[in-house]
């Protein structure tokens, strides 16, 4: 099907219609939101004499839930700007401008009787051919086309998003009886490519792929925490990052996400799964009840398995829920050995099988819940897909798990997880065990680069569909391995391109990060045609390693922290300045050192979700490994005729001063750490390192050249530091900024005024990046910004002194 989405209808406004809108509106599509018309009118419009024919009332609902959703925190889309390509309405007066569209979403109430109700509306006005797609997680595709035209049913589906859609990266296709196979295709790409999410085509089952699993195994835990009498603090404590989940676990997420949407959907599938073998899983434990008929659904409510108070103080505190007495208590801090074990394993997949030896509550707790979930998800197979891969995509990209059921069990031991299922009397797929007895020891294996997955049909490896346009770092890292130390390992992306794949603790860049980066450099100067620096782990890179920088300060190594800063400053100069074009691949947290290294890549290919800015003032510093520099240049080159120069230069400062962070890659331009026209964004961050590398190869094609080092900055010297200091001086003597702050501030102001020069003159980098390494050298030595690094070390939060 080669069909283009210019244009989209989202028919519902609620939290889901809106969050759906704005991700359109994020890659560029033109949204049509529609709602119901009030039916009657509030107190403001009755005190204004408005009438229920005044179009800012009739389309009240749609435009009061678009601008709660765009107040939401975090936001659900990439920059306020491009909310202007969403066009509210309402189903009365606008309905008829959905025949413009190219594929229209229903997301309105759960109710079969109301969806179909707005399904033949909709038949009324859309055009033959359009897509037609329902946002349900649960009622079955089938009945809601029923009665509906033969061209409605082919190009009808499900599309199941999940809340909140910016931010969790599973797409559901759940094709009704008639829907044409090249629909499906093409949803299944654009969801890919274009949505940035992970596409999943599931069965017409209840709740679908991740719902069912993910509702299972938070079922599974609701029962196992009174059986072993736990606290929510412990589950949270044993299910959140130590086994590659959010921090908020389970049931911190279910109160974000709330109880009554999880009841909901595990009422459902308890009533409409009667040949579920785990269905009395699904039934409500005593204390869901209560909390049910309490009302303590969670963050929308105040109140759920935790709550926030404030103290007689005024301080703000977190209650926990007893489950047993049902009173709220002060969160209990819990401690297992086991989890002190797993501090030095990195790769959280090492981690499982440490957790389940565990002799004590913790190892018990993991067996039990390994083993019902293994159990379950091989039994799911071929209820709800044919795929085993399917259940970990829709895992890690609905719920957020690092890794999905099978990907633990392989982790753990086919073997050990049968073990597992045996000591809770569950019975295992059959399936499982024909793959033991062909002589598998695994679901997954890595071949050429490719990811391969056991196919329960054929019994036999197949490679799992869509990894062509991804470049997948754990599967060539071993393979194509050109040079490693502790802190980096530099792979062979083929085409000429090599990559630098940071392996540091957070990705932080310390001696062993930098000496690989200059190998590297050296090596694709050598042998090679281009240089990416991008990895596929949770951040890009947290900074430097402060711990580092204060063990030098502290004992007073200043001319072995002089080396250590100007070899970063050089490292980075030598991404400016090597004879192949760079390229970083910046995601997540790319933070202090991290964008340094960005700012200074011939391109960045940066993921929709990078958090990038210069924070080293938190720490008392000013930005030493060339941002300070970089932001001054950067600012001179916006200089236009007839600008006021101080007024840009200013802005460029108060981006380092405040430590201001982008909120998406997007924002980024807004400050100055992307550039138009130069950088740019990709939605799907795995498709990040194949477009870096295509375009580091594209731009060795096109006949690079070696940069000239730069001698030709305007730096405004005594008139722009005059500016600063009178600034600096008047916030501090409003109590705005504390005395450190002010001499972190002027450090600043005359490394980016470029000294007490009396006129503007034109310098060089080397001028800039010294005066930048002596400004951060001297901030060292002082006893604030130690407290600062330190208080960062211990707590990870910044301290103001």
């Not at 490519?193 to 017409?204: A, E, H, Q, R, W």
């Not at 991404?575 to 933070?591: D, F, G, Q």
């Not at 600034?727 to 900024?737: F, H, L, N, P, V």
Request: hydrophobic share 40%; glycine share 8%.
């Amino acid at each position: 099907m080669n069909k283009h989405i210019k244009n989209v209808a989202v028919i519902g406004s609620g939290i889901m219609g809106s969050g759906i809108a704005c991700h359109f509106a994020n890659i560029g599509v033109n949204v049509l939101l529609l709602d119901i018309v009030p039916r009657e009118l509030n107190h403001a419009e009755l005190a204004k004499g408005l009438t229920l024919k005044d179009k800012g009332v009739r389309n009240r609902l749609v435009n009061d839930s678009l601008a709660a959703s765009l107040k939401a925190k975090p936001s659900p889309i990439y920059h306020q700007d491009f909310a202007n390509r969403i066009t509210t309405g309402n189903m009365e007066d606008d309905i008829a401008k959905v025949s413009k569209v190219d594929w229209i979403i229903e997301v309105v109430v759960e109710r079969l009787d109301i969806k179909k109700q707005v399904f033949e509306k909709l038949e009324e006005h859309r055009t033959p051919g359009t897509l037609i797609t329902s946002n349900t997680s649960g009622i079955p595709i089938h009945f809601m086309s029923e009665g509906r035209s033969d061209d409605f049913q082919k190009h009808f589906c499900g599309t199941h998003f999940f809340n909140p859609v910016r931010y969790l990266d599973l797409f559901e296709i759940i094709p009704g009886p008639k829907t044409l196979p090249e629909v499906l295709d093409f949803l299944n790409g654009y969801g890919e490519k274009f949505l940035g999410k992970t596409s999943v085509v599931s069965k017409d089952t209840p709740a679908f792929i991740g719902n069912r699993i993910g509702t299972f195994s938070i079922q599974s835990l609701f029962h196992t925490v009174k059986d072993m009498d736990m606290t929510v603090e412990e589950v949270d404590k044993l299910t959140g990052p130590v086994i590659g989940r959010p921090k908020s676990a389970t049931f911190r997420t279910v109160d974000v996400v709330g109880l009554d949407t999880l009841v909901h959907v595990a009422n459902g599938i308890h009533e409409n799964c009667p040949d579920d073998e785990r269905r009395d899983v699904f039934k409500l434990p005593g204390f869901i009840d209560t909390m049910m008929e309490n009302k303590w659904y969670g963050s929308k409510t105040d109140q759920g398995f935790y709550k926030k108070v404030k103290d007689k103080e005024g301080n703000s505190e977190i209650l926990g829920l007893d489950l047993d007495s049902m009173d709220y208590r002060p969160k209990k801090s819990t401690k297992f050995a086991v989890l002190e074990k797993t501090k030095t394993i990195d790769n959280v997949q090492d981690r499982f099988e440490v957790l389940v030896d565990d002799t004590g509550k913790a190892g018990k707790f993991y067996r039990r819940n390994f083993g019902a979930l293994f159990a379950y998800s091989s039994n799911r197979i071929p209820e709800i897909t044919d795929e085993l891969y399917k259940i970990d995509d829709a895992m890690r990209a609905g719920f957020g798990w690092g890794h999905g059921p099978f990907q633990i069990w392989d982790a753990i031991g086919i073997e050990k997880g049968l073990k597992l299922i045996e000591d809770e009397d569950l019975e295992v797929a059959e399936w499982v065990n024909e793959l033991k007895a062909s002589g598998s020891d695994s679901f997954y294996s890595v071949k050429d680069g490719a990811s391969y997955f056991y196919d329960i049909p054929s019994k036999s490896m197949k490679k799992v569909p869509g990894q062509d346009a991804f470049i997948i770092l754990d599967n060539i890292r071993k393979s194509k391995e050109v040079f490693k130390n502790k802190g980096v390992v530099v792979e062979d992306l083929g085409d000429g391109i090599l990559n630098v794949e940071f392996q540091s603790k957070m990705n932080t860049i310390g001696g062993d990060v930098l000496a690989g980066l200059n190998t590297a450099i050296d090596k694709a100067e050598k042998d090679f045609q281009g240089l990416v620096v991008g990895n596929q782990g949770a951040n890009f890179s947290v900074g430097a390693n402060i711990g580092m920088i204060f063990m030098m300060a502290v004992e007073q190594e200043y001319d072995e922290l002089n080396r250590a800063i100007k070899m970063f400053q050089d490292t980075m100069m030598r991404m400016r300045y090597s004879s192949i074009p760079t390229v970083s691949a910046p995601h997540n947290m790319t933070l202090g050192g991290g964008c340094e290294l960005s700012l200074h890549a011939d391109k960045v290919v940066a993921a929709a979700e990078t958090y990038i800015g210069l924070v080293e003032f938190g720490v008392g510093v000013i930005p030493g490994g060339g941002g300070s520099k970089e932001m001054a240049v950067r600012a001179q080159d916006t200089f236009r005729k007839g600008d006021v120069e101080l007024n840009i230069l200013q802005e460029y400062f108060l981006t380092i001063g405040m430590a201001k962070v982008s909120t998406s890659a997007y924002e980024a331009y807004d400050l100055g750490y992307l550039q138009h026209g130069k950088d740019i964004v990709v939605v799907n961050k795995d498709r990040q390192i194949a477009t870096a590398k295509a375009h580091a190869k594209l731009m060795a094609e096109a006949g690079y050249t070696q940069p000239v080092k730069r001698t030709d900055i305007k730096v405004l010297g005594k008139q722009a530091l005059g500016m600063f200091l009178v600034g600096t001086d008047s916030m501090e003597a409003s109590k705005y900024i504390s005395e450190h702050d002010r001499k972190i501030a002027d450090k600043l102001a005359y490394v980016m005024a470029g000294g007490d020069l009396s006129e503007p003159t034109r310098v060089s980098e080397q001028y800039l990046l010294n005066l930048e390494r002596e400004a951060f050298l001297s901030l060292c030595s002082e006893k604030k910004t130690l407290e600062r690094i330190q208080h960062m070390l211990k707590t990870g939060k910044p301290l103001r002194n």
